[in-house]
């Protein structure tokens, strides 16, 4: 992609931004239902892990982490940054499946632009941006109640490793919706993956059990989403620990990406729309 | 831009399979374990070895029952599919594998879909597209005042889709897949579902761009006024199958050279004179009511002048008229009463 492209990328990514806008503002009523059921499902957590982590001063994470009532907040708090910024970029994976089964894919496929970059621009969701602001708090307002010490270098190659460990997550996410070429609606098989990205990342994956953690480090990009961020972000890991992390999640990044190149390809290829 | 006389569009020996899950009822319980299991497909050649090319300028019909292969043909054509085997070739490029670049030089229009954002105002995704396209502002700004006078829209640009009546919705379509100066565009039943005043503004709109602009032209409608009155030739397609290529002229001198008289007489001069145009080699039917008699003739074995001849013969006429055959009752011959039945729309009152 040269310069050109890039910048075309960009304005077309500032149009539909703005589209978004003029449609969202057209179907308020949902936003707001959609961001009211995610306050009332973070707030069922917190308050749960609130109960725990009074009872159990702290939990150990394989010896480095240790993980507070402030801790566990702040990781929290990452996981609903992540997802929100997820949300916001990469709902429209949630609609491939409809598009490959109901004859939308056509309107894509007739533009000059990728497909996917169109059908992630068409699908911004708009809640994501307040559940980022809603995690920016949690971390912000947890540090300052608990006493936490954010080191800025940790910061910056926290949220590197998770911008590049849920590029990975969703591509690994992109590539399960194109399999709806071959199965139809596949809905199920994204809300597991779902399930993984939000039931895991936010808890500390560094104490789970050995064979966990190295799934959800080596195969599933999930410990890049909060574990790692928040580890780096509050000095429990050295930064050359971050560095190698920050590795295996491009390498995982990269694995994904070809991975939903290779099924997104082959899906259109067999592409069997129906009807006129 | 294509060479003089290179084709802008061709297809050659195309074929596209698809499968789908067959569904059939199984006896026995270890048989619909299997099933559901394991579902059993069935292919469809949707297209068959369909060759043609079309040059540029041209303004082309492709017609043929629901299932005929026309919508797959356009689809290969614009590189939404890919073919299973055989080429297709859009500026001379592979559309499958040059989509973006062949994209940027065609237009479509969905007649059943809309390609408009639903809920935002009509010229914000005109917008979109002259992004997407990279279309200067200037030319944006004038094709889209000259576009939006002729279709009588330039009103209904501030108003979201979801708002707009199909008809005022297909004008704003059409201008959308036209904005970018395509080279040639794909109409895929671009009337269905509109009324009579807002079909006629589209096939005017149509025919324009095609003569003023040189915009080459493929139509798939079921709405034979729409093939009648934009069309110069007609590809039919038939169960994926080319079954005729040519003119409209030649289609009709190759499928129906019958004709058709109606007459409506004062008084008869002779006792038996339906025996007499009955027994006349060369008329295929005779229909009489209440003072007038419709006459149907094979052109190969009858000539017209002839059969006026014998009519003046034995009846005093008050008014005669020769039909000449409509491309929906052609259509219909080729394809089969019930086949075509099941399509074709009402027929359209004249404007």
């Not at chain 1, 608990?146 to 990975?168: C, E, K, N």
Request: with cysteine.
């Amino acid at each position: 992609m040269g310069l050109r492209d890039l910048s075309r990328q960009l304005r077309l990514l500032s149009t539909y931004f703005k589209l978004s806008v003029l449609s969202m503002a057209e179907n308020k009523a949902m936003l707001w239902g959609s961001i009211f059921s995610s306050v009332v499902n973070l707030a069922a957590y917190v308050v749960f892990w609130n109960v725990i982590t009074s009872q159990v001063p702290v939990l150990t994470g394989a010896g480095i982490a240790v993980w507070g009532r402030g801790e566990l907040t702040v990781l929290i708090g990452m996981t609903e940054i992540a997802w929100g910024f997820g949300a916001f970029f990469w709902m429209g994976t949630w609609m491939v499946p409809e598009y490959v089964t109901e004859v939308g894919l056509e309107k894509f496929l007739i533009r000059p632009v990728s497909p996917f970059f169109m059908i992630l621009a068409e699908n911004f969701w708009f809640g994501g941006l307040i559940q980022v602001a809603i995690g920016g708090a949690m971390v912000g307002l947890s540090s300052i109640t608990f006493g936490l010490t954010i080191s800025i270098p940790g910061l910056l190659l926290g949220l590197l490793t998770l911008v590049t460990g849920q590029g990975a997550l969703y591509a690994l996410w992109a590539g399960l919706a194109c399999l709806a070429f071959w199965i139809g609606r596949n809905h199920a098989l994204l809300e597991v993956a779902d399930a993984i990205e939000v039931k895991f990342a936010r808890m500390p994956i560094d104490t789970m059990p050995q064979t966990v953690q190295q799934i959800l480090t080596f195969i599933l990009p999930v410990i890049y989403i909060a574990t790692v961020p928040v580890m780096l972000m509050l000095g429990q890991l050295p930064l050359s620990s971050g560095l190698f992390y920050l590795g295996i999640a491009a390498c995982l990044f990269l694995g994904w990406l070809l991975f939903f190149r290779f099924i997104f390809g082959l899906g259109l290829r067999r592409y069997n729309p129906v009807g006129g | 831009m294509p060479l003089q006389n290179e084709p802008i569009a061709e297809v050659d020996n195309i074929v596209r399979i698809f499968t789908k899950p067959l569904v059939k009822p199984r006896k026995g319980r270890a048989r619909r374990l299997y099933g559901f299991l394991k579902r059993e497909k069935r292919t469809i050649r949707a297209v068959d070895g369909v060759s043609f090319s079309i040059q540029s300028g041209e303004c082309v019909a492709l017609l043929g029952p629901n299932g005929a292969g026309k919508s797959t043909t356009v689809k290969l054509l614009s590189g939404i599919l890919c073919p299973t085997s055989g080429e297709a070739r859009l500026f001379g490029m592979d559309p499958y594998r040059n989509r973006t670049q062949c994209a940027m030089r065609y237009g479509v229009v969905f007649g059943q879909r809309t390609l408009l954002w639903r809920h935002v105002p009509v010229i914000e995704s005109l917008k979109l597209y002259q992004k997407m396209y990279n279309v200067p502002k200037s030319d944006f700004e004038s094709r889209l005042q000259e576009f939006s006078e002729i279709l009588e829209i330039r009103r209904h640009l501030a108003t979201a889709p979801r708002r707009l009546s199909l008809g005022e919705r297909m004008r704003c379509e059409i201008i959308a897949a036209l904005l970018h100066k395509p080279e040639i565009i794909f109409l895929d039943e671009p009337t269905v579902g509109l009324d009579v005043v807002a079909k006629k503004r589209i096939r005017d709109f149509v025919r324009r761009i095609n003569r003023d602009e040189n915009v080459t032209v493929l139509l798939c409608s079921h709405s034979m006024r729409d093939v009648e009155e934009l069309t110069d030739r007609i590809i039919l397609i038939s169960k994926g199958h080319i079954k005729f290529d040519g003119s409209k002229n030649q289609l009709k001198r190759r499928w129906h050279n019958e004709r058709q008289i109606r007459v409506i007489y004062r008084k008869t001069k002779t006792r038996d004179w339906r025996r007499q145009l009955r027994d006349t080699h060369g008329v295929t039917d005779l229909k009489v009511t209440n003072g007038q008699f419709e006459l149907t003739i094979n052109q190969d074995q009858l000539a017209v002048p002839t059969i006026l001849k014998l009519i003046l013969e034995v009846v005093t006429i008050e008014d005669i008229e020769v039909k000449e055959p409509n491309l929906e009752d052609i259509i219909r011959g080729i394809f089969g009463e019930d086949e075509f039945q099941s399509q074709t729309q009402p027929k359209e009152a004249t404007t």
